[in-house]
């Protein structure tokens, strides 16, 4: 496999990030079960339903939004390959002490090569020299390849949300601490 480097951004290396196809085909989807017992405990809990079908999933932020967001997030992350971009994640500082991963995409041709894993890494490393404790990596509920990753490499199912996303789609939060 051609060698992968990481690196911050360059305001040149935005046009290529938005040329990547952010879109998936998944045939799992994560059901969200709630159940509360007579101590009016709750227990959260995720199910793997297999779809009918494998259906295709259009990524939940337009070419604006990620715009908007990389102007505003405070670290993004370049994955390349061959001299060409691959990848990214872009890093938001949140208190306490934790940087939210709100995007991780690959590009659909070298996707499962272990490219997002090592721009996760690579995220942990530059959230450790800001002295952040916990990441947190938000997806949605129908992105089972990255639900499969985030537990693969640490993370735990930690919430929820309906309608996070401006097209309705819920989103899964996984998080894990820093070394």
């Not at 990481?6 to 709630?34: C, G, K, M, N, W």
Request: charge should be negative.
């Amino acid at each position: 496999m051609p060698r992968i480097e990481i690196r911050p951004s360059l305001v040149s290396d935005l046009e290529a990030l938005l040329t990547l196809e952010r879109d998936y085909v998944t045939q799992y989807v994560r059901q969200i079960e709630i159940e509360s017992d007579e101590n009016e405990t709750l227990t959260v809990s995720l199910r793997r339903v297999r779809l009918p079908r494998p259906t295709r999933v259009d990524y939940p932020r337009n070419r604006q939004q990620l715009l908007d967001e990389w102007s505003c997030c405070d670290g993004l992350l370049v994955a390349e390959m061959e001299e060409q971009l691959v990848g990214y994640i872009s890093l938001t500082l949140k208190p306490p002490n934790t940087v939210w991963i709100n995007d991780l995409v690959v590009a659909r041709p070298v996707r499962h090569q272990g490219i997002a894993r090592a721009l996760v890494f690579a995220a942990e490393e530059w959230a450790l020299t800001k002295e952040q404790k916990r990441m947190v990596l938000e997806m949605q509920s129908r992105n089972d390849p990255a639900v499969q990753m985030a537990q693969k490499i640490g993370f735990d199912f930690c919430g929820f949300q309906e309608s996070y996303y401006a097209n309705g789609d819920v989103a899964l939060f996984f998080a894990r601490n820093i070394r």
